[in-house]
C-alpha cells in the first residue's frame, strides 16, 4: 500500500486548507483511513479517521472545524480544514489500516499571520 499526501501549505489563522491522500496498492473500500498530526516536540496524535462504512471520529480539538471524507471508488481521503489556528500548526500524516499499519510521507501545515 502506497499513500502519497498532499495540500499542506502555509495559511493566516482562520483559513482553510483541504489535505489530499491519495492511496494505491492492496487497500479496499472497507479499510479505515485517517489523518494524524505531529507537533514539534509532541508525539504524532489522531485527528480524524473514516472507516469504510463512513464512520467518523475526531480529535476534540477540531471537532467542528475539520471534515474527513473518502472517496470510495478512488481510496483517496480528504482533510478539509477550516478555521484554522496556529496550534494546528504540524506535520499531518495520512494513515490506512490495510490490514497494517501504513503511512504516507506528510505534509505540512503552518497557520501563522
Known amino acids: 500500500v502506497q499513500l502519497q499526501a498532499s495540500g499542506g501549505g502555509l495559511v493566516q489563522p482562520g483559513g482553510s486548507l483541504r489535505l489530499s491522500c491519495a492511496a494505491s496498492g492492496r487497500i479496499f473500500r472497507y479499510n479505515t483511513m485517517g489523518w494524524y498530526r505531529q507537533a514539534p516536540g509532541k508525539q504524532r496524535e489522531l485527528v480524524a479517521v473514516?472507516?469504510?462504512?463512513?464512520?467518523?471520529n475526531y480529535a476534540d480539538s477540531v471537532k467542528g472545524r475539520f471534515t474527513i471524507s473518502r472517496v470510495g471508488a478512488k481510496n483517496t481521503v480528504y482533510l478539509q480544514m477550516n478555521s484554522l489556528k496556529p496550534e494546528d500548526t504540524a506535520v499531518y500524516y495520512c494513515h490506512a489500516m490495510a490490514p497494517f499499519d501504513y503511512w504516507g510521507q506528510g505534509t505540512q501545515v503552518t497557520v501563522s499571520s
Open positions: 473514516i472507516t469504510g462504512g463512513g464512520t467518523t
